[in-house]
């Protein structure tokens, strides 16, 4: 069984910081690709940050210059180091991972995502 959990949420003004945590556990064998993706009300879920297992990433213009994404491999997290938050970063914050989990003698891979954090942003 593999879980994600996310930390980190809260609310802050407009120009503040905050950092999201997300820590893998279970039986995971190894993990791809992790990222962060994020839902405002009445919108549809759309990617914030992705950072491969070699350290690549890749940003949402939206977020450009403010965000950054990193991970710590042994501890199976990721981050999100959110900068210059704006009433318009406000959503429901979620991680994803592409992953291999032991399952008896087998690894089978699956995409798995954690719970969510709401993060608000008041102007």
């Known amino acids: 069984q593999v879980q994600l959990v996310e930390s980190g949420g809260g609310l802050v003004q407009a120009g503040g910081s905050l950092r999201l945590s997300c820590a893998g556990s279970?039986?995971?064998?190894?993990?791809?690709?992790m990222g962060w993706y994020r839902q405002a009300p009445g919108k549809q879920r759309e990617l914030v940050a992705t950072i491969t297992s070699g350290g690549s990433t890749n940003y949402a213009d939206s977020v450009k210059g403010r965000f950054t994404i990193s991970r710590d491999n042994a501890k199976y997290t990721v981050y999100l180091q959110m900068n210059s938050l704006k009433p318009e970063d406000t959503a429901v914050y979620y991680c994803?991972?592409?992953?291999?989990?032991?399952?008896?003698?087998?690894?089978?891979?699956?995409?798995?995502w954690g719970q969510g954090t709401q993060v608000t942003v008041s102007s």
């Open positions: 994803n991972a592409d992953l291999r989990y032991y399952s008896g003698s087998l690894y089978p891979r699956g995409d798995y």
């Open positions: 279970g039986s995971i064998f190894s993990i791809y690709d």
